[in-house]
């Protein structure tokens, strides 16, 4: 247990921090420079207002069209990324682990609120999977990939969920969770997870090319 | 006879004057009883109360002997010849303590898992001292 569980939270942590963000950066690089040699013309476009217009107002519930015609998985697709995002990052456990490793910590949630906040991931990933299944569109582009890349971000909250609860044997789930985190991190910048960075750059050039060029909005 | 009524009555009632209260106030204030850490020092609480079964776990341990270890008057040279066994953490570690002090829960976590970690036994995952009952 001791050696495990300290080689998964202190070594193995760093190694997936290094991957997610250096993956990305990698991404960032190789996707610029290609746009450089293949269409030189992305950067010219570039305008720095149109760009963060675009990206806040895709970030602001029902303010695009497409939006508003999909008011459940508006609603889902919110509350899913907000509650993705803010509950582990403030999750006080997680906080305590940091400020005991490096003397840092910030707010945090409370542990109720954030056990809500789980299961609000953890329905909406199940209501992602059916709608995959069900609506024509979706089916389209979903592969067997989709659904394991949805289980791989399910995964870190359904075992934090059963570690917090001590449902089955504690050491094993505890390990399982970080185990999952780190997955989920490393596996960000390899598949459709990378739309954290993508997006921003996808809706800036967007933002920039209708907005700055052709003079219309982009929603 | 009455001799015999008289003692059985004097014990029943010395047993009686020394049960009775308990039944009013729990166990004792004694490490001997103490199987987890209970203080209402934190108010809210976000976690059971961690398991510490105090003599069993300082036996076991081979802590037995060292009051001193965990009981300081300064947790940055402790004095193995004084021991502050007795006085609750809290007295000395308030839950929001000044920048020179270890706050409370830290000085828990700290005392705990610092010496588990350095003899690669006893716990020091959250859920493995907060145990749910």
Redesign the interface.
């Known amino acids: 247990m001791h050696s495990i569980y300290t080689f998964v939270t202190g070594p193995l942590v760093w190694v997936a921090f290094l991957v997610f963000i250096g993956g990305l950066a990698g991404k960032f690089v190789y996707l610029t420079s290609l746009a450089k040699n293949k269409d030189p013309y992305v950067f010219s476009y570039l305008h720095l207002k149109y760009a963060l217009r675009s990206i806040i107002v895709w970030l602001i519930p029902f303010s695009t069209r497409n939006m508003r015609l999909n008011p459940v998985m508006t609603v889902v697709t919110f509350a899913f990324h907000i509650c993705l995002i803010i509950a582990p990052i403030f999750l006080l456990a997680h906080v305590i682990m940091f400020e005991e490793a490096w003397g840092v910590s910030w707010w945090t949630l409370p542990d109720a609120v954030a056990d809500v906040m789980t299961w609000v991931v953890l329905a909406s990933i199940v209501f992602f999977v059916v709608r995959r299944r069900v609506v024509p569109e979706a089916r389209y582009v979903t592969g067997p990939k989709e659904f394991v890349i949805l289980g791989l971000v399910a995964l870190p909250f359904l075992t934090g969920f059963l570690a917090y609860y001590q449902i089955f044997d504690y050491q094993t789930m505890i390990i399982l969770h970080v185990l999952a985190g780190e997955a989920m991190l490393v596996a960000i910048p390899f598949t459709w997870l990378s739309h954290v960075m993508l997006y921003p750059m996808i809706r800036g050039y967007m933002g920039s090319e209708f907005g700055a060029e052709r003079h219309v909005k982009d929603w | 006879m009455t001799g015999k009524l008289a003692l059985w009555a004097g014990l029943g009632l010395l047993t009686a004057l020394f049960v009775w209260p308990t039944l009013f106030v729990g166990p004792a204030l004694s490490q001997d009883d103490m199987t987890h850490i209970i203080t209402d020092a934190f108010g809210v609480k976000?976690?059971p109360a961690s398991v510490f079964v105090h003599d069993e776990h300082n036996i076991k341990a081979e802590i037995e002997d060292d009051c001193w270890l965990c009981h300081h008057f300064d947790g940055k040279n402790p004095d193995p010849m004084d021991s502050s066994a007795g006085m609750p953490c809290v007295d000395c570690h308030p839950v929001k303590a000044d920048p020179d002090q270890t706050p409370l829960?830290?000085a828990f976590?700290?005392q705990c898992?610092d010496c588990?970690?350095e003899k690669?036994?006893g716990p020091?995952?959250?859920?493995?001292c907060h145990?749910?009952p």
């Open positions: 976000q976690r829960m830290q976590h700290k898992k588990h970690l690669k036994a020091i995952a959250c859920g493995e145990v749910r």
